[in-house]
């Protein structure tokens, strides 16, 4: 499957962003979905993740009651919605996809996704 991430940009802190990840290539609704964050340093970290069939979700602590990831697999596509933005939230974000049994556990570990989109840069300002 190949990953574009887009939807990036500059915002004030407080301010929101939506990031889109467009698959192609094979059978979106085989893969569990993943965002991941790089910020400038720093390694990379777990952002939230998907179930194939979008009806289970994950996220780390600090992007909780803030973020939400949702897909819609009849378009092949991947969200991540983001309010209440902090300057700490600056990073580049990447969408992952990890090939998974229904009902297998969501994946925090970005060793275990086997495709990566080329990442959307985020910057929130204060």
């Known amino acids: 499957v190949q990953l574009q991430a887009s939807g990036g940009g500059l915002v004030q802190a407080g301010g929101s962003l939506r990031l889109s990840c467009a698959a192609s290539?094979?059978?979106?609704?085989?893969?569990?979905m993943g965002w991941f964050r790089q910020a400038a340093g720093k390694e990379r970290e777990f952002v939230a993740a998907?179930?194939?069939?979008?009806?289970?979700?994950s996220y780390e602590g600090s992007v909780k009651g803030r973020f939400t990831v949702s897909r819609d697999n009849g378009k092949r596509m991947l969200y991540l919605q983001m309010n209440s933005l902090k300057p700490e939230d600056t990073a580049i974000y990447y969408c992952?996809?990890?090939?998974?049994?229904?009902?297998?556990?969501?994946?925090?570990?970005?060793?275990?996704?086997?495709?990566w989109g080329q990442g959307t840069q985020v910057t929130v300002s204060s």
């Open positions: 290539g094979t059978s979106f609704n085989m893969f569990g």
């Open positions: 992952a996809a990890k090939r998974m049994i229904m009902t297998a556990p969501l994946e925090s570990r970005h060793e275990e996704y086997n495709y």
């Open positions: 998907i179930s194939r069939g979008g009806g289970t979700t």
